[in-house]
């Protein structure tokens, strides 16, 4: 709407800014994305109780979902909400037909690179917004990407913290330093240049975008239990917290990974160097 009425692409406080109250040029503005409106010739030509007769009752319908990364079969599925689940996307042989071959499923992205992390642990939860919810993500913009375990996790949470840095507008301070501290410190980590400390700031600056405890997925491995979906935040939009999810994700459920690259980066820079006499071989 901004962008239409010819100002920098940047979000409105909400409120009083709700579109359907305040839009475009002030006025009462409708807003959908196209797949809302895809649906509307089925619900015109058949009537809403054809419609929410598929799916379940609190989510009704169909969804376009986009699989992408390591299965054998990456595409854009259409998917009954609410039945369908995670294993049947991933596995069934009308969509992405499994893993590749030789290699087992690590973890994956429910609903975008703004989701939490899911596991193999969660591979049986349904297409529906309250039961994502619970289980410590959502399915946000419906995009799955999937990891085997072949995937560098913190190569992986770094490509999402920079695009989310990069796609800040700047006009909330957490977001706009937040986001690009939060690269800066992963790209150093992922380099074999970081520290313990940078863990912890990384944890401090998404602090400073979300506030409190960050939801995130069960794990029998690490015998934690699922913190539901949402959090708290600081910024107007969501692009600011989406910076610091994924690797907020990666090192709740893979903090082997970070503590690995850092113990290394240590061993390195603590081995005493032997004295070579001048003039010596």
Known sequence: IESLEGERGMPRLKPPYFPAAIGLYGKPTIVNNVETLSNLPFIALNGSAAYTAIGTETSPGTRMIAVSGHVKRPGVFEIV???TTF????YGEHFSQGMRDGHELKTFVPGGGS???F???QLDIPFEGRAAGSAGSMLGSGAVMVMDDSTDIPAAALTLVKFYAHESCGKCVPCREGGTWLYRIVERIVAGEGTDADLDTIRQ???SICPGEMPHASSERLGLEAVPFPYK?????????SAYVPIHSAMTLFPEEFEAIVAKREVRTTI????VPVGGA
Do not use: H
Not at 233 to 241: K, Q
């Open 233 to 241: 935040m600081t910024t107007i939009c969501f692009v600011g917290p």
């Open 205 to 207: 600056v998404g602090q």
């Open 115 to 117: 989701a939490p992390w």
């Open 272 to 275: 005493p160097v032997t004295a």
């Open 119 to 121: 596991l193999p642990d």
């Open 87 to 90: 294993r049947d996307l991933l």
């Open 81 to 83: 909400n609410g039945s």
